[in-house]
């Protein structure tokens, strides 16, 4: 069994893990179409829309939609080994 100086260290560099995980998502980007192409939603891996086009405006929910799942997805491709298999809510 570890020591509590040992649990420690593990916390704070799982923590800084986090943090460095966290900032790239911020910098890493999906793409979510709907309509064949007619609305694109860009998002950040942190779920910010950073752009929508549009050619047709009742495409935006569902490019919106697909975005979300896709940034949702490579949030806990990025975050998933690093929690080491723990349901932690919201990741």
């Known amino acids: 069994m570890k020591n509590f100086g040992d649990i420690q260290k ?4 799982m ?3 986090m943090a460095k995980a966290q900032e790239e998502l911020g910098a890493l980007t999906v793409e979510g179409s709907a309509g064949g192409g007619a609305v694109v939603v860009v998002m950040t891996g942190t779920q910010e829309c950073k752009e929508v086009r549009s050619k047709k405006e009742d495409l935006v929910r ?9 940034s949702k997805q490579l949030a806990a491709d990025k975050l998933g080994g690093l929690t ?3 349901k932690l809510p919201g990741m």
């Open 84 to 86: 080491g298999g723990l």
């Open 15 to 17: 923590q800084a893990d």
């Open 10 to 13: 593990l916390a704070q560099k």
């Open 62 to 70: 569902a490019a919106t939609t697909d975005a979300l799942a896709k």
